[in-house]
C-alpha cells in the first residue's frame, strides 16, 4: 500500500505509555494489543518478510527497544537496538493435522501469554501454516506503549496491498540502517552497553523533568492570563481540577471500586485466556444503529449486553446492572503509532429488553459517561500521579478497578475494500484486545463490509465463553 503518513513516535513515553510499560509487570494487566488475521492462501513468508524489513525501515520504533530512566524523574526512553534480529520477531508455526479453527484459535491465545522480552523491541508476528482449506494466518501483537489499536492499523498498511500481485517495495538494508542509528543516536541512559556514566543518565533524566514542568508552568500561565476576561472559564476550570483530585483520591483509596451491580457469575478471575469470533454484517449494524439515532458503536455494545443478559437467563440469573467500558479516541490526525485514547466506564441495564429499547438506553448511557469523563478521572489524566506511585499500589488499584468490569470493548474503523498480504487475500482480522483483569475483551474492527469481533475470554470468569459468543 503506497499511503504517505507522518509518523508519531517520540523519544520517551508519554506519562500514559509509561503506565502501561509500568503495570505490564503485574502479568495479570498485560496491556498489550494482539490480531489474528485470516488469509485465503498460506502466507509466504519470503515475502513477508521483505515486506517487514521496508517496514521496519520506515518506523525506527520497530527497531528501538525500552530505555528506563533515572528512577521515576523521566519516562522511558526509545533507542535503537544494537542487537536487532528480525528473525527474533519473524517466527513459523505449523499447526497439526487436521488444522481447525479451534486449534488456531487456541494458539493464538497461548502465543498472547508469552511475555515480551522487555530488553528487546516490543512487537511479534507468528505465521501459521497448516490451516483446514489451505488457508494461512498471521497472528501479530505489539506492546502498547508502541501504539494504540488505531495506530497500529496504520502501521499494518506498510506490509499489506492492495492487490495479490502488487509490486513489491525495494529491498533496503536494514542492518546497516540500524547500525547507523545506533552509532549517532543520543540517549545514554541505563540499559546495558548503551549506558556512558551515572552522571550523564542522572543530567539527561533532570533535563527532561525540566522541560516537562517549564511546558506545563507555560501552559498554566496562558490559562489563568484569560481568567480575567472569562470568569466562568475559571470557575469551570477549578471546577475541573476539584473532580480530577477527587477522583485520583478515591481510584487510589479504593473507594471507587463499591461499584453496585455486576455479574454475579462473571466475579473470578485468572490469567487463562480463550479465544472466540463473531462476524457480522457491516450493514446490518449501521441500519439498526441509525434507526435509533445512535452510533454504530452503541449497537454493537448493545448486541453484546443482550448477549451477556441471555446468558445469564439461561442459568436462572438475574443481573440489576452490567459494568462494561468502551475506548473514546482523543486522534485529531492521521499518523501512523503513538497513543491517543480514554477507556471510558458505563452501566448498562441487565434486565431483558427488545433490541431497540436496549440501543437507546445503551446511547444514552455511552453519552453520559463520555460527559462525566470529560470532567477528570480518566487513565491520561491520573497517568502522571500513578508512575509517581510504588508499582505494587498501582498495580493493586488497576486490578481493583478491572474486577469491577464484567466486559470491556474497543470498536476500530478499518479498510472498507478487501486487502492482501504477503500473497494472500485478507478474508477477516479478529483483535485480541487486553482482558487485564476483567472477565473478557471484546474488540471489534471493521472490514470490507463485516464487522470482525475478537471476544478475547477469561474462562474462569466466562466458564462456558462458546455459549456467550452464540448468545
Known amino acids: 500500500m503506497s499511503r504517505e503518513r507522518d509518523i508519531d513516535f517520540a523519544e520517551r513515553m508519554t506519562e500514559h505509555e509509561a ?6 509487570k503485574d502479568p495479570w494487566l498485560n496491556p498489550s494489543g494482539a490480531a489474528l488475521t485470516i488469509l485465503d492462501t498460506p502466507v509466504d513468508t519470503d515475502r513477508f518478510r521483505r515486506q517487514v524489513r521496508h517496514g521496519v525501515a520506515k518506523l525506527p520504533r520497530l527497531y528501538q527497544r525500552v530505555v528506563p530512566g533515572l528512577g521515576r524523574i523521566s519516562t522511558p526512553a526509545w533507542a535503537p537496538d544494537p542487537e536487532f534480529d528480525l528473525d527474533f520477531h519473524i517466527r513459523e508455526v505449523e499447526l497439526a493435522a487436521p488444522g481447525t479453527q479451534r486449534q488456531l484459535y487456541d494458539l493464538a491465545s497461548q502465543l498472547y501469554a508469552e511475555p515480551f522480552d522487555r530488553t528487546r523491541p516490543l512487537w511479534r508476528f507468528v ?15 505489539f506492546h502498547h506503549a508502541i501504539s494504540d489499536g488505531i495506530g497500529q492499523i496504520r502501521m499494518a498498511e506498510l506490509y499489506q496491498q492492495f492487490s495479490r500481485d502488487e509490486a513489491e517495495h525495494p529491498e533496503v538494508d536494514l542492518e546497516t540502517l ?10 545514554k541512559e541505563s540499559g546495558g552497553d548503551q549506558a556512558t556514566s551515572f552522571v550523564d543518565t542522572a543530567t539527561r533524566s533532570v533535563a527532561h523533568l525540566a522541560r516537562r514542568q517549564i511546558g506545563l508552568g507555560r501552559r498554566a500561565l496562558g490559562e489563568i492570563a484569560l481568567w480575567p476576561a472569562d470568569p466562568d472559564r475559571a470557575a469551570g476550570r477549578v471546577s475541573t481540577a476539584i473532580d480530577v483530585t477527587r477522583s485520583t483520591l478515591a481510584q487510589l483509596n ?65 443481573v440489576d446492572k452490567l459494568n462494561t467500558s468502551f475506548v473514546v479516541s482523543t486522534r485529531s490526525d492521521n499518523k501512523i503509532g503513538g497513543n491517543s485514547f480514554t477507556p471510558v466506564l458505563v452501566q448498562v441495564s ?18 453520559q459517561a463520555r460527559e462525566k ?39 476500530l474503523r478499518g479498510a472498507p475494500f478487501e486487502l492482501y498480504c504477503a500473497g494472500g487475500k485478507v478474508e477477516a482480522a479478529f483483535p485480541l484486545g487486553p482482558v487485564a483483569g476483567t472477565a473478557a475483551n471484546i474488540t471489534a474492527l471493521s472490514y470490507n463490509g463485516s464487522l470482525d469481533l475478537g471476544m478475547f475470554i477469561d474462562p474462569v ?10 448468545c
Open 461 to 470: 470468569a466466562i466458564e462456558d465463553p462458546a455459549d456467550y459468543r452464540d
Open 350 to 367: 441487565g434486565s431483558p429488553a427488545e433490541p431497540a429499547q436496549r440501543v437507546r438506553a445503551i446511547h444514552a448511557a455511552t453519552e
Open 178 to 187: 540500524v547500525a547507523e542509528a545506533v552509532a549517532t543516536h543520543a540517549a
Open 254 to 318: 479504593g473507594s471507587s471500586n463499591d461499584t453496585p451491580g455486576g455479574s454475579p457469575l462473571w466475579g473470578e478471575r485468572s490469567r487463562h485466556r480463550h479465544l472466540e469470533s463473531v462476524s457480522v454484517p457491516l450493514d446490518t449494524l449501521k441500519a439498526a444503529a441509525k434507526s435509533q439515532g445512535a452510533t454504530i458503536n452503541d449497537a454493537f455494545m448493545a448486541g453484546l449486553a443482550d448477549g451477556a443478559v441471555r446468558y445469564h437467563a439461561k442459568r436462572n440469573v438475574t
Open 373 to 411: 469523563a470529560s470532567r477528570g478521572g480518566s487513565v491520561s489524566s491520573l497517568s502522571g500521579i500513578a508512575n509517581l506511585l510504588p508499582t505494587s499500589v498501582v498495580t493493586k488499584t488497576a486490578r481493583n478497578q478491572a474486577a469491577r468490569i464484567d466486559f470491556a470493548t474497543s470498536n
Open 127 to 141: 505465521l501459521i501454516s497448516g490451516l483446514e482449506g489451505g488457508k494461512g494466518a498471521i497472528w501479530s501483537i
Open 19 to 24: 503506565l502501561m510499560w509500568n503495570i505490564e
